[in-house]
């Protein structure tokens, strides 16, 4: 019943920008602080950013910091990653996910929700 549908995705070269989106449905979106999450093959999930249920609050991992940003739009029930300046090791699959929660988590067990992710490649 609840959807988290990732989109943007995509093959670009190092240095270069992608923007990334997460459509939700079935969940009252206001309600959510939002994260993105990032997973290489034979690698753990890791935290990228989140942001809460506002809006007017975000962290972010040390790897982006400087690079990525995230930023809501609540009428659209749509979260989103801006990718500044990608780097090969940004190379991933990235999940947006739902917590029930004011400020978000950054731990995946932490969240109610998640959409079934959108791949990112970056070439040298």
């Known amino acids: 019943q609840v959807q988290l549908v990732e989109s943007g995705g995509g093959l670009v070269q190092a240095g270069g920008s992608l923007r990334l989106s997460c459509a939700a449905s079935?969940?009252?979106?206001?309600?959510?602080?939002m994260g993105w999450f990032r997973q290489a093959p034979g690698k753990e999930r890791e935290f990228v950013a989140v942001?809460?249920?506002?809006?007017?609050?975000?962290n972010y991992a040390d790897s982006s910091k400087g690079r990525f940003t995230i930023f809501r739009d609540n009428a659209e029930n749509t979260v989103f990653l801006q990718m500044n300046s990608l780097k090969p090791e940004d190379t991933a699959v990235y999940y947006c996910a739902a917590d029930q929660t004011l400020v978000g988590r950054s731990t995946p067990s932490a969240y109610d929700y998640w959409g079934q992710g959108t791949q990112v490649t970056v070439s040298s």
């Open positions: 079935g969940l009252t979106f206001s309600n959510y602080a």
């Open positions: 942001i809460s249920r506002g809006g007017s609050s975000r």
